[in-house]
């Protein structure tokens, strides 16, 4: 990561604001990122459940901040992310995502993630993704 906060990798991503994403943990690699529950991220109005797209871009956002938080890493960008919901969060409640690299090459990290509501014992999502990044000592 570089000198500045942790958060402010999420201040910097419009979409990640605009979702009231905050970063609740990060570094080596791993990163932990919730989002409240709104009305305006409501995929279903009859049940009241997130649409997956929030669920999606929170896992996608903490994938990239974990690899951020990758010691060297300069900059990320997505190759390619796989989502398998498990089940509808639970209307009005948090969710959370996490994040680490399980494994880094020179230019790629590959990241696994999961999410859940107030139930940390049965996720909502997981998801696996490759991440390129930029080092440092490239620059």
């Known amino acids: 990561m570089s000198d500045n906060s942790p958060q402010d990798f999420i201040n910097a991503l419009p979409f990640a604001r605009a979702l009231g994403m905050r970063l609740e943990d990060i570094g080596d690699g791993r990163a932990r990122i919730a989002m409240d529950w709104d009305q305006r991220f409501v995929g279903d109005p009859a049940t009241g459940v997130i649409h997956g797209g929030a669920v999606s871009a929170l896992m ?3 994938g990239g901040a974990a690899v951020m938080s990758y010691p060297g890493a300069l900059t990320t960008a997505t190759i390619d ?3 398998d919901y498990m089940r509808a969060a639970t209307p009005g409640q948090s969710i959370t995502a996490q994040a680490e690299c399980y494994h ?7 990241v696994r993630a999961t999410a859940h509501d107030e139930d940390p014992d049965n996720p909502v999502a997981t998801a696996s993704g490759a ?3 930029d080092r440092k000592e490239d620059r």
């Open 81 to 83: 992310l796989r989502i």
């Open 131 to 133: 991440f390129t990044f």
């Open 104 to 110: 880094v090459t020179r230019r790629v990290a590959f």
């Open 60 to 62: 996608d956002t903490c």
